[in-house]
């Protein structure tokens, strides 16, 4: 029997499984966000500049790209479940070491160990998916999964703005730990394993075989860049955001929060979207849709400054549509990615998943040394990061012009 026949095969998962992958999924986007109107403040309470504290937050995203590509072959060995039991555990204990810093580098490397743990969440949900579903349905089930785990970062900053307002950015850090923590008792009663291939890789050298076969796919990389560039807008937006709004623009951390919440909230438009409609038009048309309405978007972002609207909604509310494109563009590259080769899914979505990251790794540090008195720099690199999107789909279209997937 094939891997896709497998998949399809597997009986339909429970409600609480889902809501288990929705709440593994959550860990890192939480570790991401949650603390981001505190990022003003912590620099104040170090005694350090805005750009060391950018380093919290780009490091992040280092350790999480390089973490992925460890644990995705890893779940394809020793199987799904206790790749992430481990990396749940990790993710607490980095939370824990964040929540008790008593210098800025022992919360640089706090943040460091806590993505490599909640880095697992992110992958294997993905790989459990394809698991359990064929292709065709993979987008579908990744976009219901992202669109529930997509209330993780509309909620995290306008949590975090009011616990820095009323404690301080340590209470952020207590909020992750709690929240691991229950995510990994969860996993440890809920969790079966869904990989019935494990083990079937013998040394480290047939992990390097599968990496190598997927790093030869053209279709692979088509996928796998239009996925990481999208991601490289928000990740920009992300690391400039703050600073935007709370120094140039003079908002208070809470009022952040508030308006963050628009972001997801086009994110978790995009993906009801794609759950609803990729099985019809297709994955190809799910992410010419979304790359397009992320171009317009930045395009009306940038008009709005240039005619002097500098307000919050100018900001946010393009935003809005920016997330509505990557809740089509991303569980579509992503189900196209691991579905190039079924019987190295794990691998696959640690692979994309480390290279989507590491733009936003690459991109975080560049908007935080840029940005001094105007936000232009950050318009800059967001356009030049949609148009690379739209660049390269044309890998995807090439390569499945004259094929049967749309």
């Known amino acids: 029997m094939t891997s896709i026949s497998a998949a399809a095969a597997q009986p339909a998962p429970k409600l609480s499984f889902i809501a288990l992958l929705i709440a593994v999924s959550a860990a890192s986007p939480l570790g991401i966000n949650m603390y981001l109107p ?8 170090f005694g350090v500049g805005f750009t060391t504290i950018q380093l919290t937050l780009s490091l992040y995203l280092a350790a999480m790209a390089l973490g992925q590509l460890i644990v995705g072959p890893l779940s394809d060995r020793f199987g799904r479940r206790p790749v992430l039991l481990i990396g749940l555990a990790v993710f607490v204990l980095g939370s824990l070491i964040c929540f008790m810093a008593q210098s800025v580098g022992a919360l640089i490397f706090g943040r460091v160990v806590q993505a490599l743990g909640g880095c697992a969440g992110i992958t294997l949900s993905r790989a459990i998916v394809r698991d359990l579903y064929g292709r065709d349905q993979v987008a579908s089930m990744i976009g219901y999964v992202t669109m529930g785990m997509a209330v993780a970062p509309m909620i995290a900053p306008s949590v975090g703005g009011v616990l820095e307002s009323y404690f301080d950015w340590r209470a952020s850090f207590a909020f ?14 809920q969790l079966y394993e869904t990989n019935h291939n494990r083990g079937s890789a013998e040394s480290a050298r047939d992990l390097l075989r599968g990496y190598r076969s997927l790093v030869r796919s053209r279709l692979f990389w088509g996928y796998t860049l239009v996925t990481s560039f999208v991601s490289a807008m928000f990740f920009a937006f992300v690391a400039g955001a703050p600073f935007v709004m709370i120094e140039l623009m003079e908002r208070s951390p809470a009022e952040y929060g508030f308006y963050f919440a628009i972001v997801p909230s086009g994110y978790i438009l995009g993906n009801f979207a794609t759950g609803r409609l990729a099985g019809r038009i297709g994955l190809n048309r799910m992410i010419l849709i979304g790359t397009s309405l992320a171009l317009a978007s930045i395009a009306a972002m940038a008009a709005a400054f240039a005619l002097g ?25 992503i189900a196209g990615a691991v579905s190039v080769k079924p019987e190295l899914a794990g691998a696959a979505a640690g692979l994309t998943g480390s290279i989507q990251i590491g733009f936003g790794a690459l991109v975080a540090p560049i908007v935080g040394a840029m940005l001094q008195t105007s936000l232009w ?11 690379l999107a739209v660049a390269s789909f044309g890998l995807v279209r090439d390569r499945t012009r004259s094929s049967p997937v749309r």
């Open 309 to 333: 609207l500098f307000h919050p909604i100018a900001l946010f509310g393009p935003m809005f549509f920016i997330g509505m494109g990557n809740g089509l563009v991303l569980p579509s590259g």
């Open 38 to 45: 505190s990022m003003p403040g912590m620099a104040r309470a």
């Open 377 to 387: 720099p950050l318009l800059v690199i967001m356009a030049v990061s949609s148009l």
């Open 176 to 189: 992750l730990t709690a929240f691991g923590a229950l995510a990994l008792l969860f996993a440890a009663w």
